[in-house]
């Protein structure tokens, strides 16, 4: 599977959850990764996640994909940093 | 057409992206806006970003899928706002 995941989450948790991500997908834009999973390590990802977010807080959109071909992607702009930012 | 648009622009220009992209997709979360568009609208849409944005500051990035069935989107946290908040 394709996923896009995106988070707008508490400052307080924010790098916890970008060094989560970055384990299991590659970093798009703030607040925003991309890449392939397995079901299994996608849910492995969501139940890390609900260890570190506060349901009341912080919120997490995985957008799924059976097929990364069904997808089109435009970039208006700054063309991707080759190397992300390492400021959270 | 389908459409996630996310956005990482200069805190400058954030109101006025804001407010283009709520004509026309529905906002999801911050910076995070979703919404079927057609070919026509899609390229206006583009157009009127290109006159905003600093290409070398901003980045707008659009996901575009031939339909909507295709994509499975999951929420972890606090769910979808009624009244997403005006704040910029």
Chains 1, 2 share one sequence.
Do not use: A, C, H
């Amino acid at each position: 599977m394709y996923i896009i995941g995106i988070y707008d989450v508490n400052k307080k948790r924010v790098g916890k959850i970008k060094k989560l991500f970055d384990r299991y997908m590659f970093w798009t834009q703030n607040s925003v990764f991309e890449g392939k999973l397995t079901k299994v390590q996608l849910r492995e990802l969501r139940n890390k996640l609900d260890g570190i977010i506060d349901p009341e807080e912080d919120q997490v959109i995985f957008y799924q994909l059976g097929n990364q071909k069904w997808l089109n992607k435009t970039i208006l702009g700054k063309q991707v940093d080759d190397d992300p930012p390492n400021f959270i």
